[in-house]
């Protein structure tokens, strides 16, 4: 019997996982390991970038399982999904994770009548709750009922990244069931407007989701350290990828920079910059207070700008950053953000070039490796599964204030309307890229 889709499924996975292999050995990684509880460089992209190619290899091994997945299954583990996050985040929020991670024998495993114990709670509910959690891939059951954090789940104790990603915004949840019939019912489904979305549906307000936050001063650090943790993401990438030593300007502004993660790690690699952050009036003094070395010895100022006013930074010592703003606004108001900086230098706007999900029936390798290009793969051109998080992304921004993610032609569409043009396309090791704009004479 001939199967071609899964045999060239099989040969790009084999494919993918020798290269990993590979890319593991020559970058001295240690083995991975699901039963290992310390933490792995791999685990964490704020601090460890990977090879070019353990990057492509790890995305194309996670791509596709939709071939031989159950549709009844799939839709069930959809419609449950909810309730994997909630999991995690009730041994967030309970402290059961910053404690098994410091018990004395961290991979032996602690009962969950030991932990019902400790934290007064109810084991009855403490065990459904755990060993969800670990069939997710974030702990393991060492024995009936008893739980170990692996490798994976270190992100979520209390400091580390996936714990500065917090806890979703009360309210989330109403927003998200609010999307069927404001997309497809409601007097908004065609509306455009960044304040006529499910947002306001759900949150009860006539404000967009920036002002909502700044009326709502609780959450003004929780959002912005979520942010934060989003943009370190890619910010090692950034960095190592971008030709910075090329850009003809001694001064970096940016827009809407929020506490300034990214630039300070610009200016930590290239000394000879100096940088600017602009943002609104309640963010930038968390930003001066996040940033002080730079902030002190001047190489960086903070400053309090509306990104949809006309630039106060004119001249050609400027470029300008905008990271993770264009995909939040609908085309007219992404164009006022960037038709304001209407100068000689260059301005990088770093946002995710979303690819249609078209079928490909054979792809070029993505690897760098040079016998790839001689064999076969077939991937989808979205990478599968491992574009999951894109796609909701680009939902999340079209709910919270109908923006989107973007495709190549969508982006150039939308700079050539604000009088600029693409000069490069720099991928990222990371979901976005950096897209590289000058004034279009
Ligand atoms: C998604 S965050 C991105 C932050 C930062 N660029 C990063 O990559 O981490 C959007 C930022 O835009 C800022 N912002 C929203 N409206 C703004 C406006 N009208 N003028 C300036 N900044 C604004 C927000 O305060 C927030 O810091």
């Known amino acids: 019997m001939i199967h071609a889709e899964l ?5 790009c996975l084999n494919f993918a996982l020798d290269t990993l292999r590979k890319e593991m050995d020559s970058s001295q990684l240690p083995p991975l390991s699901q ?29 596709e399982s939709t071939l031989y997945s159950v549709p009844l299954d799939k839709r069930m583990d ?53 060993r969800c959690y670990a069939a997710n891939g974030w702990a393991r059951e060492t024995c009936d009922s008893s739980f170990a954090l692996n490798r994976c789940s270190r992100t979520f104790i209390k400091g580390h990244p996936g714990w500065r990603l917090g806890l979703p915004t009360p309210g989330f949840m109403t927003m ?67 030709p910075w030593e090329q850009l003809e300007t001694s001064v970096i502004v940016d827009c809407g920079g929020g506490m300034g993660g990214l630039v300070s790690a610009i200016l930590d690699a290239h000394p000879s910059f100096r940088a600017v952050v602009q943002d609104t009036e309640g963010i ?19 400053e309090v700008h509306d990104f949809f006013q006309p630039q106060r930074r004119i001249g050609n010592e400027y470029s300008f950053i905008l ?28 946002d995710i070039v979303a690819v249609p999900n078209a079928d490909s029936t054979s792809t070029k390798s993505f690897l760098l490796d040079s016998h790839a290009n001689d064999l076969d793969y077939s991937i989808p051109s ?37 009088g600029l043009r693409i000069t490069n396309v720099y991928s990222l090791r990371a979901h976005p890229s950096i897209i590289e704009c000058a004034l279009d004479t």
């Open 78 to 130: 959809e419609r449950l999904a909810a309730y994997v996050a909630v999991c995690t985040d009730t041994l967030i929020k309970t402290g059961i994770i910053d404690y098994l991670s410091d018990v004395p024998n961290p991979s032996r495993g602690v009962s969950a009548a030991e932990l019902a114990s400790k934290f007064e709670l109810d084991s009855q509910k403490l065990v459904p709750i755990l």
């Open 7 to 11: 045999d060239r499924l099989q040969s």
């Open 284 to 302: 930038v003094s968390l930003t001066e207070e996040r940033r002080p070395r730079h902030v002190e010895s001047g190489i960086l100022k903070v």
């Open 35 to 63: 039963y290992n509880s310390v933490e792995h460089p791999l685990d964490d992209p704020t601090t460890y970038l990977p090879s070019t190619a353990l990057f492509e290899a790890r995305r194309l091994s996670l791509g």
């Open 382 to 418: 979205h990478f599968g599964s491992a574009s999951e998080q894109v796609s909701a992304v680009s939902v999340h921004m079209l709910t919270l204030m109908n923006g989107c993610e973007r495709s190549l032609h969508e982006w150039k569409t939308l700079v050539k309307g604000c």
């Open 323 to 350: 990271r993770h703003i264009m995909h939040n606004w609908p085309d007219k108001e992404a164009a006022s953000v960037a038709r304001p900086i209407f100068i000689s230098s260059k301005i990088l706007i770093i």
């Open 176 to 242: 998200v069931e609010a999307v069927p019939h404001w997309a497809t019912e409601s007097d908004w489904k065609l509306s455009r407007s960044p304040t006529q979305t499910a947002f306001q549906i759900a949150f009860k307000t006539p404000l967009h989701r920036f002002s909502w936050i700044m009326q709502n001063q609780g959450t003004v650090i929780s959002v912005s350290d979520h942010i934060q943790v989003i943009g370190d993401m890619s910010t090692p990438s950034i960095v190592a990828d971008y």
